[in-house]
């Protein structure tokens, strides 16, 4: 038997969670944007970071279910969350304000349904 599924209430909170950091970041990139102050978020997937690396490696299960599900075919890495991250702090970044960043190897553009077939072989 594997691990449980989240509770409801876990799931709900999450996505609470993320609709309200999202509002707050607009919020505050109009507030604060005439003063100069940029406001933006990173929206990341799972990473492989030194912490877990061992983990997925170990379970190929896992890290097959992730190449199906990312259009890019991997996790990404702590290291790239950090290079978007520098980027969005940077005067290469200079207009953007306001925005959430999905750094998710393109999982967000994926329609649930599609996901769905496809791991049902459909």
Not at 16 to 33: C, E, I, Q
Not at 56 to 84: I, S
Request: hydrophobic letters at 45%.
């Amino acid at each position: 038997m594997g691990p449980a599924a989240p509770p409801r209430d876990a799931i709900a909170c999450f996505a609470a969670a993320n609709g309200g950091l999202n509002a707050m970041v607009r919020h505050y990139a109009a507030t604060l944007g005439r003063q100069g102050i940029r406001v933006n978020a990173i929206m990341p997937l799972t990473y492989l970071k030194r912490e877990s690396r061992v983990f997925y490696e170990q379970n190929e299960r896992l890290m097959d279910t992730y190449r199906r599900l990312v259009p890019l075919g991997r996790l990404g890495t702590a290291e790239e969350c950090a290079d978007a991250l520098d980027f969005l702090c940077s005067e290469r970044a200079s207009f953007i304000n306001g925005q959430s960043l999905f750094l998710d190897g393109g999982v967000s553009t994926v329609w649930q349904e599609e996901v769905a077939k496809s791991f049902a072989g459909l």
